[in-house]
């Protein structure tokens, strides 16, 4: 019984509410400190944090956030990349600036921030889908994963897409405009009409008439 009351923070005669926020509290002060974060905020009572610069986790924690971490607003960049995460849960709602978040095995995108000001990326995951994209993004990579359809992507792309090394089956959900670049390779349903092996230089401008069909592309299509 005193190891109990000892690992969640009782004290006699506390209430036991007291001491369970208590204890939530110094696992989150431990948590942060053996991540080098030392500046931040938590709010009463929902214990959720708020930094005002850049944070950087990556290959600092592996498969997912303590459950006892959930961050709200991130006044910088927030990066995740090279942790094996198979979850987002606990990421930060708001990220002023960038969400790195490379180089895992993400399958899916729940629980990811809600709003971003820089760039979401997300590439070298194992993603099947984009469920849990914010509606508003600006530039967003997504390269090299296993994606057969862009459905969940936004509308519009206010910066470049890197959609290429997927398995896209045709152009479906494909944004209405992206006011960057599109980084894109052949689809698979583009793939069956058309020999891409032999005659590159002759169905490249093929695809991306298709694409144009679709997309307002402000700056260059580039297929990979």
């Known amino acids: 019984m005193n190891l109990v009351r000892e690992a969640i923070g009782f004290t006699r005669g506390q209430d036991p509410k007291d001491a369970m926020h208590t204890g939530r509290q110094t696992a989150i002060e431990e948590w942060l400190y053996r991540m080098g974060i030392a500046k931040y905020e938590l709010s ?21 956030l303590p ?29 002023k600036g960038g969400f790195i978040c490379n ?23 194992k993603l099947t889908s984009l469920d849990g994209l914010p509606e508003k993004i600006n530039t967003l990579a997504i390269n090299n994963n296993l994606l057969t359809s862009l459905k969940g992507c936004p509308r519009i792309i206010n910066g470049d897409l890197f959609c290429y090394d997927n398995n896209l089956k045709n152009l479906d959900y494909l944004p209405e405009q992206i006011t960057g670049s599109l980084f894109i390779s052949y689809t698979e349903e583009f793939k069956v009409k058309h020999d891409i092996n032999d005659f590159k230089h002759r169905v490249g401008p093929l695809f991306i008439e298709e694409i144009q069909d679709i997309c307002m592309v402000n700056e260059n299509i580039k297929i990979i």
């Open 103 to 125: 180089d895992n095995i993400l399958t899916n995108l729940l629980h990811g921030p809600k709003i971003i000001d820089g760039f979401y990326v997300v590439d070298n995951n």
């Open 44 to 64: 009463d009572p929902e214990m959720f944090i708020t930094i005002s610069n850049s944070v950087d986790l990556s290959r600092k924690f592996t498969h997912q």
């Open 67 to 95: 459950d006892f971490i959930q961050f709200k607003t991130i006044n910088g960049g927030f990066y995740v990349s090279h942790n094996k995460l198979v979850s987002l849960e606990g990421m930060p709602e708001n990220i």
